[in-house]
C-alpha cells in the first residue's frame, strides 16, 4: 500500500452511529404535470410525472424544515435540547446572507449550545449535511445531530426544469447505535468538478447543461458511488431489500439502479418523482423515508444522492427491530401524499413568485 493511501475507500466512524429518527414534510398543493404541458406545448401530454408539490404561500425551506425536524425528533423520543448540531442543506435558502439553521434550531426549541448552519451541494445538500451528522456523533462531539434536505420549486417557466422542480424534504435525527432504528454501516462520496445545472448570485433561475445532465453527469456519479460502495463492501446489489436514488425524474433513477444490477422491485417503494416531483435537497431523502415506512428489521439499504456540480454520497443502512415502535409516533411519508389539494397555473405562479411585479 503507498504510502497516505487510505486502506478503505469508504467513510466509517470509531463509534458507531445510527438514524434514531426520521421525519418528511410535502406540501398539500399539487400542480399536474399536463398544466404545465398544456400552457407551454398546447398539449396536455408529454409531462414525465403525474404532478409535483408546491410550496404555499406561507411556506419556505425554513418552514417546512421545521415541520420534517418536528417529525424527526417525535421518533427519536429525544427532546431538541439535547441536539449538539441543526444543519440544513437547501439550494433555496430563504436568505442570501442569514442561516437557515438557526431558525430551525430556535423554532424546534434547541439550546443555544449548538453547532448549527446551512450546507449547499445542489441537490445533495441534505446528504452532506447527513455525512456530516455522522462524523460528529461518530467522533464523539456530540450524542445527537439534526440533518435536514428541503428544497422549493425554482424551475424557470416553460424550462424542462419546471415539470419536476418540486419542493418538500426530510430530516433525520443521527445518534449512537443502540438507539437507532437504521444502523448506518458505511458511507462514500464520489465527486468531480462537472458540468450540469447551476445559478449565478442574483440570477432567478437555473441553468442546465442539456446533454451533460444524465451522462457524464448524473450517471456517471450515481453510479460510480454505488459501485464502488457494493466492491469496497463485497455486496452485490441482490443483497438489498431496496435501494433509492436521487430522482430528477422517474427514468434516470430506475436506468441507474439497472445499472447497478438492481430491480424494480427494490427501487419502486422510494421513487417518489412521478406524484411529488424532484424534492432536490431531499429527495433521495424523501425516498428513504418511504422505505422506512415499510421496511422491517434486518433490511438493507443502499441509499445514493446527486447534486449538480457534481457528486454523489452514499449509504448502507440496516433496518433494526426497533423500526416498527418508532416509525407510528409521526405521520408516514403516505400521509403527506395522501394530503392534497390541486391547483392550476395560475395559483402556482402566484404561490412561487414566478409573476414579476417590479
Known amino acids: 500500500m503507498e504510502k497516505n493511501q487510505p486502506a478503505s475507500k469508504l467513510l466509517r466512524t470509531d463509534r458507531k452511529t445510527g438514524i434514531v429518527g426520521y421525519g418528511a414534510y410535502i406540501p398539500r398543493y399539487r400542480l399536474p404535470g399536463s398544466e404545465v404541458a398544456m400552457l407551454w406545448t398546447g398539449s396536455p401530454k408529454g409531462s414525465p410525472v403525474k404532478e409535483k408539490a408546491v410550496a404555499g404561500l406561507d411556506e419556505d425551506v425554513i418552514t417546512m424544515s421545521i415541520e420534517a425536524a418536528r417529525n424527526a425528533l417525535v421518533r427519536a423520543n429525544i427532546a431538541a435540547s439535547e441536539l449538539r448540531a441543526?444543519?440544513?442543506?437547501?439550494?433555496?435558502?430563504?436568505?442570501?446572507?442569514?442561516?437557515?439553521?438557526?431558525?430551525?434550531?430556535?423554532?424546534?426549541?434547541?439550546s443555544n449550545d449548538i453547532q448549527a448552519g446551512d450546507w449547499e451541494f445542489a441537490c445533495k445538500a441534505g446528504t452532506e449535511a447527513m455525512v456530516a451528522a455522522i462524523a460528529l456523533v461518530g467522533s464523539g462531539m456530540g450524542r445527537y445531530a439534526l440533518a435536514?434536505?428541503?428544497d422549493t420549486a425554482q424551475g424557470k417557466p416553460g424550462d424542462a426544469l419546471e415539470y419536476t422542480a418540486s419542493s418538500g424534504g426530510a430530516a433525520f435525527v443521527i445518534g449512537p447505535r443502540e438507539e437507532a432504528i437504521v444502523n448506518i454501516e458505511a458511507t462514500y462520496s464520489f465527486v468531480s468538478d462537472t458540468p450540469d445545472f447551476w445559478r449565478r448570485p442574483e440570477q432567478k433561475y437555473p441553468e442546465h447543461?442539456?446533454?451533460?445532465?444524465?451522462?457524464?453527469?448524473?450517471?456517471?456519479?450515481?453510479?460510480?458511488?454505488?459501485?464502488v460502495m457494493l466492491e469496497e463492501l463485497g455486496m452485490k446489489a441482490s443483497d438489498f431489500t431496496y435501494a433509492v436514488f436521487?430522482?430528477?425524474?422517474?427514468?434516470?433513477?430506475?436506468?441507474?439502479?439497472?445499472?447497478?444490477?438492481?430491480?424494480?422491485?427494490?427501487?419502486?417503494?422510494?421513487?417518489?418523482?412521478?406524484v411529488v416531483g424532484n424534492t432536490y435537497a431531499g429527495a433521495s431523502m424523501v425516498g428513504l423515508t418511504a422505505i422506512l415506512d415499510i421496511a422491517k428489521p434486518g433490511d438493507r439499504i443502499l441509499q445514493v444522492s446527486y447534486g449538480s456540480g457534481a457528486g454523489s454520497d452514499a449509504f448502507y443502512l440496516e433496518v433494526t427491530e426497533k423500526i416498527a415502535e418508532r416509525r407510528e409516533l409521526a405521520p408516514s411519508t403516505a400521509d403527506y401524499l395522501a394530503r392534497r389539494t390541486e391547483i392550476n397555473y395560475a395559483t402556482y405562479a402566484r404561490f412561487r413568485g414566478k409573476i414579476d411585479m417590479g
Do not use: C
Not at 95 to 104: F, I
Not at 209 to 227: C, I, L, M, N, W
Not at 251 to 273: M, N, S, W
Open 148 to 150: 435536514i434536505g428541503m
Open 246 to 274: 436521487h430522482q430528477p425524474n422517474p427514468r434516470f433513477p430506475l436506468k441507474a439502479g439497472k445499472d447497478l444490477g438492481f430491480t424494480e422491485e427494490q427501487i419502486k417503494p422510494g421513487l417518489l418523482v412521478p
Open 86 to 110: 441543526v444543519w440544513v442543506g437547501s439550494e433555496s435558502h430563504p436568505y442570501a446572507v442569514k442561516p437557515s439553521g438557526t431558525l430551525v434550531a430556535e423554532a424546534i426549541g434547541a
Open 209 to 227: 447543461g442539456q446533454r451533460f445532465t444524465g451522462d457524464p453527469a448524473y450517471f456517471k456519479h450515481v453510479e460510480s458511488a454505488g459501485r
